[in-house]
Nanobody, 119 residues
């Protein structure tokens, strides 16, 4: 399984970025997909989630700015980030939770993509 995140970069406050995550070895349509971020010195936090049943959600504090989406045909997920501010600076990770037969789950992480927002 591979999750290849891309689209990070450096932007100024108020700018936008769109992160992409290309999945291989799993089907995003049958997995729970998520974006996490980790800022320097802070814990990793989930910022958006797309369930295998098709329900999209994001962290309450980010609603209206961050939107997660899924493209089943391309087997990819995206994170559209608008009105970025310095507090959004972090490494962003794509993650997958693939249910297994019975009650098990398998978890996978991508390599992360750096987002830097300057004031």
């Amino acid at each position: 399984v591979q999750l290849q995140a891309s689209g990070g970069g450096s932007v100024q406050t108020g700018g936008s970025l769109r992160l992409s995550c290309a999945a291989s070895g799993i089907m995003v349509s049958s997995s729970n997909m998520a974006w996490y971020r980790q800022a320097t010195g802070k814990s990793r936090e989930m910022v958006a989630h797309f369930s295998r049943s098709g329900i999209a959600s994001s962290l309450d504090s980010l609603k209206g700015r961050f939107t997660i989406s899924r493209d089943n045909a391309k087997n990819m997920i995206y994170l559209q980030m608008n009105s970025l501010g310095p507090d959004d600076t972090a490494v962003y990770y794509c993650a997958a939770d693939r249910p297994q037969p019975g009650s098990g789950h398998s978890y996978y992480w991508g390599q992360g993509t750096q987002v830097t927002v300057s004031s």
